[in-house]
């Protein structure tokens, strides 16, 4: 069993910052990207920004310059640190992975169970 466990979610004033979580745990071989997407009220899921296992990072278009993913192999967990929080940032974040649970195992895809992020202007 592979869990996905987000915290640092919360309400904050614009121009303020948070630092999301996200620890994988469990029966794990491997992991290769790890990712944080957000749903806003009424939206699609959509890409914040993804780290590869090398540490190669991709990021939304809107969020470049403000966001920083990072992600600690041993211990398993990605980071996304939040800077300079606009109103429109205010989503559910949810945490991706593909996880590789046996050497010879396919990589699947897990999601945590999400964390709400509020920024007020």
């Known amino acids: 069993q592979v869990q996905l466990v987000e915290s640092g979610g919360g309400l904050v004033q614009a121009g303020g910052s948070l630092r999301l979580s996200c620890a994988a745990s469990?029966?794990?071989?491997?992991?290769?990207?790890m990712a944080w997407f957000r749903q806003a009220p009424g939206k699609q899921r959509e890409l914040v920004a993804a780290?590869?296992?090398?540490?190669?990072?991709t990021y939304k278009g809107s969020v470049k310059g403000r966001f920083t993913v990072s992600r600690d192999n041993a211990k398993n967990t990605v980071y996304l640190q939040m800077n300079s929080l606009k109103p429109e940032d205010t989503a559910v974040y949810y945490c991706?992975?593909?996880?590789?649970?046996?050497?010879?195992?396919?990589?699947?895809?897990?999601w945590g169970q999400g964390t709400q992020v509020t920024v007020s202007s």
């Open positions: 991706n992975a593909g996880i590789k649970r046996t050497l010879l195992a396919d990589f699947e895809e897990y």
């Open positions: 469990g029966s794990i071989f491997s992991i290769n990207v």
């Open positions: 780290i590869t296992s090398g540490g190669s990072t």
